[in-house]
Each structure stands twice: as C-alpha cells, then as structure tokens.
C-alpha cells in the first residue's frame, strides 16, 4: 500500500472512505491502528481533525453494525 498523504478536508474525506474498510470508523479505532503500524501519525492527526469539524467524515466514520439490545 501506498503512502497516505492528507492535506485537506476533501483528502481526509477520501483517506476516510479507504480506511473504513480495513474496521478503522473511529479516532479510537485510528489510534490503535497506529500503534499495530497500519497508519502513519500525521493520518490520525488529520483524522482526529476531520472527525471533529467534518459533517461527512463524522458521518462515514458514525457508520456502525447495529448492535443488539442486551
């Protein structure tokens, strides 16, 4: 895999769309891809940036399984 490179909203947007996938949909989720080596640190840093001030991005990153009731 390529570098990830984010220098804008639309590009965080976009990283988000990718990252999703491989079960990262939260900034908690991002930081511990960090830690197993699966992203760099300046994509969480925009991710944490994005999810804070981005609608779309919160949006795509809100995107859960349904849990079940306990």
């Known amino acids: 895999m390529g570098k990830l490179r984010i220098g804008s909203r639309q590009e965080a947007r976009e990283a988000m769309e990718i990252l999703a996938p491989l079960g ?3 900034p908690h989720h991002a930081t511990r891809a960090l830690e197993r080596g699966v992203i760099r640190p300046e994509v ?7 999810f ?10 809100s ?3 349904n849990r079940t009731e306990r």
């Open 24 to 26: 990262i949909h939260t």
């Open 44 to 50: 969480l840093s925009r991710i944490n940036v994005a």
């Open 52 to 61: 804070g001030r981005d609608p779309l991005v919160a949006k795509i990153l």
């Open 63 to 65: 995107r859960q399984p």
